[in-house]
């Protein structure tokens, strides 16, 4: 599946509520829908500037709905659903935050640092009943992010 609307992917994290999924490897279960807002908030906290960023943070659980599985096996169609609607970068941060090597990744890759970060609040996000806010919330930043992939990639 590949996501062509923000519209379609809000519909996809909303059905994400109530659906049980595995935080991180060795994670407790999870709300999904809960634990893509808290990923999302504590990057927003942690890297403000960085867009891209926050928006992987909140798409990286749609994988579980979409196959479920092991964890890299998730974030690899989490990352291919999301990659046409928000570009390489979310693509990459999304797959290479499932990857139980990431820790141990070549170091030359632009954006591992970023994936450590997104790993670390995919753990962090586990907090039952923390306020990080709703859905809609969102609404606007992925418009943001996937205008911008849609302008980049008409210049390509």
Do not use: Y
């Amino acid at each position: 599946m590949e996501l062509r609307s923000v519209e379609e992917l809000m519909d996809l994290l909303h059905a994400c509520r109530g659906t049980r999924g595995t935080a991180c490897l060795g994670g407790a279960p999870v709300d999904l829908h809960e634990h893509a807002l808290q990923t999302a908030a504590l990057l927003r906290r942690g890297r403000p500037a960085d867009k891209e960023l926050q928006v992987a943070g909140l798409v990286h659980v749609v994988g579980q709905l979409l196959r479920p599985g092991g964890v890299a096996v998730h974030a690899d169609h989490a990352a291919g659903a999301v990659r046409p609607l928000l570009g390489e970068r979310v693509a990459l941060l999304v797959r290479l935050h499932g990857d139980a090597r990431v820790r141990h990744a070549v170091l030359d890759e632009p954006d591992l640092e970023d994936a450590l970060i997104l790993r670390q609040a995919d753990e962090a996000a586990r907090t039952a009943g923390l306020d990080a806010g709703v859905l809609e919330d969102w609404r606007t930043v992925l418009e943001l992010v996937s205008a911008r992939h849609a302008r980049l990639g008409a210049v390509d």
